[in-house]
């Protein structure tokens, strides 16, 4: 899990000494493995991105909308995103679209379908999620009854009008499983021509709360055939505190590889993502063809303010070339009573980036407003401008992900400058002291403001990237020269290039 702040070195995890201004006494070795990052592989019904390398920066702000949990977004060709979500209440399903992530926070939304009166469909209305299936849209969810509102079954609406906000939702009933248990959370993904169904379901006499399972999908869209594969089985400590739950699967496909996050603990702050992979040319339905990761994937942050992030959806941004995870938390820890009753989770977004071994990599749930961007070197192209005992420099293969993105707000200085907020380290900004730059707390001063502030220009090697001058020291401009980042002035090609920047 990534450490919010950088006090170990986020590959090693080996203990640093630090000098009295809070940076280290000698400066690290740094990696000299090149990012290998490959075109994605293209499967049908799995949300994706094109090119693996040099994906443009996407900017949007969160919360995306407050108050929905269990957050699914479908991008459908018809040009729109579909969201739809747990609504507090949990008394029916809402469906929302536009044309832009962003504009989805502002949609106007419609009640599609209201829990039964009586019965089966009648309490707990919970993780909707849309799917386009043979020319039909698809609602797959969760329910109790009114008589026993704990008695969670998984169920299908199916409406064949064109825009679903519209026309009518024919109630498919339940998906049959082969246990009548506690189940929740389907979801559903092609790979290999095969479309299966994941969820997550009380399999009797194991004790726990949910564990999450796959299998084929059948004739239609609301039955499963086939052998049931058990796929996970909360074990670890970070998958059972408060209870033992492996819930909301969700896939994505990238690399030849299919990745299966899914939501573990008790939905307060120790709600977290976990991550299972496997060879997309695998049996999926083989256990043994899944590794499951022994930490968790994404998790807490007390240093962004972000608490219990989970049950996750993916799609792709409005250019096709970014993979984005949605999800919700809350921007508090401390929950009083059931935290199924606290109303204030919200959807948020933000990019997947990809590791050099082709593994997705989540970061850590941002700070709320503005998205964070990655700058990578225009002449080193699988190096990132990154932090790293507050001293920034660039690095290729920057695992501890939170470490390398900045947001860019406007200019502490004023003047039409702009400065470069740590993610992980909220409050610290990219400065030059000493024409070195660094990483650190803004202590207010008018000093530290003409220090962290730059002008953004179009790149001087490249006007597609980023050149950022600096405010105080007119004609110097951040630059990396042995892997360091400075501010100095430039003149030949190659010093040009060493001060352009692409955001990713």
């Known amino acids: 899990m990534p450490l919010p702040f950088p006090r170990t070195d986020p590959n090693t995890r080996r203990a640093v000494r630090r000098g009295p201004a809070g940076h280290c006494v000698p400066p690290r070795l ?6 290998v990052l490959v075109v994605l592989a293209v499967s ?40 739809t979500a747990t609504v507090p209440q949990y008394d029916r399903i809402v469906l929302r679209r536009a044309t832009t992530l962003q504009g989805l926070a502002t949609a106007a939304e419609t009640t599609i379908w209201s829990r039964h009166t009586s019965g089966e469909m009648g309490a707990h209305i919970w993780a909707p ?30 409406n064949a009008n064109a825009n679903p906000l519209t026309g009518s939702w024919t109630e498919r009933g339940r998906i049959t499983t082969p246990w009548d248990t506690f189940s929740l959370d389907a979801s559903t993904f092609v790979a290999n021509g095969v479309r299966y169904l994941t969820w997550a379901q009380q399999e009797p006499a194991m004790g726990n ?49 299919i990745f299966l996050t899914y939501s573990a603990s008790a939905t307060d702050a120790n709600y977290c993502l976990g991550m299972l ?39 792709v941004s409005e250019d096709g070339q970014s993979d ?9 820890r401390d929950i009083t009573g059931d935290p199924l009753n606290d109303p204030n989770r919200r959807t948020r977004l933000q990019k997947v980036y990809w590791n050099a071994d082709g593994t997705p990599n989540f970061g850590i749930p941002v700070p709320d407003g503005a998205t ?24 290729p293969n920057v695992t501890n992900l939170a470490d390398s993105q900045f947001r860019i707000v406007t200019g502490l200085a004023g003047g039409g400058s702009v400065s470069l907020e740590s993610t ?44 950022l001058e600096s405010q105080n020291f007119p004609g110097r401009h951040v630059r990396h020269r042995d892997g360091l980042l400075y501010i100095e002035a430039v003149s030949s090609s190659a010093e040009r290039a060493s001060a352009t920047f692409h955001l990713e």
């Open 277 to 315: 992979s496997a060879s997309a040319s695998a049996n999926l339905l083989d256990a043994a063809a899944w590794s499951k990761s022994p930490s968790p994937v994404f998790a807490s942050n007390a240093a962004t303010s972000q608490y219990g992030p989970g049950h996750n959806s993916f799609t």
């Open 372 to 395: 964070p961007v990655r700058l990578r070197s225009h002449d080193q192209a699988s190096s990132y401008i990154r932090h790293y005992d507050y001293r920034a420099r660039i690095e």
């Open 129 to 158: 999620e849309i799917h386009f299936i043979n020319n039909r849209w698809y609602v797959y969810f969760a329910a109790g009854r009114t008589d026993d509102v704990w008695r969670i079954r998984m169920y299908v609406l199916e």
């Open 30 to 35: 740094r990696s000299t493995l090149a990012a």
């Open 44 to 83: 049908a019904g799995l949300p994706m991105a094109t090119p693996a390398h040099a994906a443009p920066a996407v900017t949007y702000t969160n919360p995306l909308v407050n108050q929905r949990a269990d957050p699914h977004i479908f991008r459908h060709t018809d040009g729109y995103y579909y969201l």
């Open 324 to 332: 984005i995870l949605v999800y919700h938390d809350r921007n508090y």
């Open 424 to 467: 992980n380290f909220p409050g610290y900004y990219l400065r030059h002291r000493g024409y070195a730059l660094y990483v650190e707390t803004n202590d207010g001063s008018a000093l530290f403001g003409g220090d962290a502030s730059f002008r953004r220009q179009a790149g001087l090697a490249d006007s597609a990237g980023i050149s």
């Open 209 to 257: 709360n949910s564990n999450v399972y796959l299998a084929r999908m059948g004739a239609n869209p609301w039955q499963i055939t086939g052998t049931v594969t058990r796929l996970v089985v909360p074990t670890y400590d970070w998958e059972t505190r408060g209870y033992r739950v492996a819930e909301g699967p969700a896939a994505i496909q990238r690399n030849d590889r």
